[in-house]
């Protein structure tokens, strides 16, 4: 069918269990055959490409398939020719330089002449000539913290996610390199039919996306505190108010961004907000 989408997804890795969590929550069926290298959807003109993170964007370059869920990081270091159709906020990351923890680092320029052991040697590169340094990048695709310890190199640039595996190696992160989160690419010239199959898929995973990143709230307010609510709640041009039984009370509902009310719940409370709910939402559609 010339509307069917390929989609490339990691087989095994960080990535694939937030992919394919992504694509069920779109409403989206298929089955994962153990070992199998293909899969299709039941209700949605989608097929499921599992291949190595590091290989998606080759793939989805040369069209073998259309689109492709990759960490930011691994399209960058590939420099291929795709489109970015949409970040999708799961295995955000960073790439960082660290360097070990008794080294009296102060600036960018203490990485002059230095040795740098990294999986990602272009993203490296790219940074280091911004900055005007001349470092010996040391290329290796593995177990990079360990380098600096077993005397391969005197620094790493490397993925870091809290930071407990450079602490572990003895190493502090002292440059932040490039911040990464799973993307969505797509193919640059993909026909009409498949254009609109993306573009429903786009719309749905919006939906998705901005549903988890909102709750809907619900309190109970004494009547005459009702503006000074509405005036806290941020973004909100109309929240519904529902009478109470019990007079002088309404029951007050909206939406708002889940940090966001995380940053105003005590002036909440202070303005005399009672019996604070706070509900996940579905699906979103604007
Ligand atoms: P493959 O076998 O497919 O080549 P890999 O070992 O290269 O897998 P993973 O470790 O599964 O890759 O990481 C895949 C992507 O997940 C990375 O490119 C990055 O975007 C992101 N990532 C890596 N480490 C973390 C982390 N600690 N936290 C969050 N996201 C991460
Ligand atoms: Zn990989």
Same mark, same amino acid.
């Given at each position: ?6 989609? !490339? ?20 069926? $298929? ?9 299709? !959807? ?8 599992? /291949? ?46 660290? &360097?070990?923890?008794? $080294? ?23 940074? /280091? ?30 993925? &870091? ?24 690419? !797509? ?10 199959? /993306?573009?429903?898929?786009?719309? #749905?995973?919006?939906?998705?996306? #901005? ?6 709230? /619900? ?21 519904? &108010?529902?009478?109470? !039984? ?41």
């Amino acid at each position: 069918m010339e509307n069917v989408l390929r989609l !490339a997804v990691q087989k095994s890795g960080r990535l694939s269990d937030d992919s394919l969590k992504l694509i069920r929550e779109c409403g989206i069926s $298929f089955t994962q055959a153990v070992g199998k290298l293909k899969s299709e !959807a039941y209700n949605f003109p989608l097929e499921f490409l599992f /291949l190595r993170d590091d290989d998606i964007p080759q793939y989805v370059a040369e069209g073998i398939a259309d689109i492709g869920i990759v960490g930011e990081n691994v399209l960058l270091e590939t420099g291929e020719n795709v489109q970015l159709v949409e970040k999708l906020g799961f295995s955000k990351c960073r790439l960082a330089i660290a &360097v070990p923890r008794d $080294f009296g680092y102060e600036s960018v320029e203490d990485l002059q002449e230095m040795s740098i052991a990294t999986s990602y040697p272009r993203i490296l590169q790219s940074f /280091l000539d911004k900055h005007q340094i001349q470092a010996h990048i040391h290329e290796i695709s593995g177990s990079v913290e360990i380098a600096p310890s077993i005397g391969l190199a005197n620094a790493i640039c490397d993925i &870091v996610s809290s930071g407990s595996t450079l602490m572990s190696n003895g190493l502090k992160e002292v440059e932040l390199v490039f911040k990464s989160e799973a993307i969505l690419i !797509a193919h640059p010239q993909l026909s009409e039919a498949k254009t609109q199959t /993306l573009n429903q898929l786009q719309f #749905r995973i919006q939906s998705v996306n #901005r549903a988890n990143n909102n709750k809907y709230i /619900l309190m109970n307010v004494p009547n005459e505190s009702i503006p000074k609510i509405i005036d806290i709640l941020p973004g909100m041009k109309s929240p519904t &108010v529902v009478p109470l !039984a019990m007079s002088g009370w309404s029951s007050l509902h909206s939406v708002v961004q889940e940090d966001e009310f995380w940053k105003i719940i005590e002036q909440l409370r202070q303005a005399g907000a009672q019996g604070i709910l706070v509900v996940p939402i579905e699906k979103m559609i604007l």
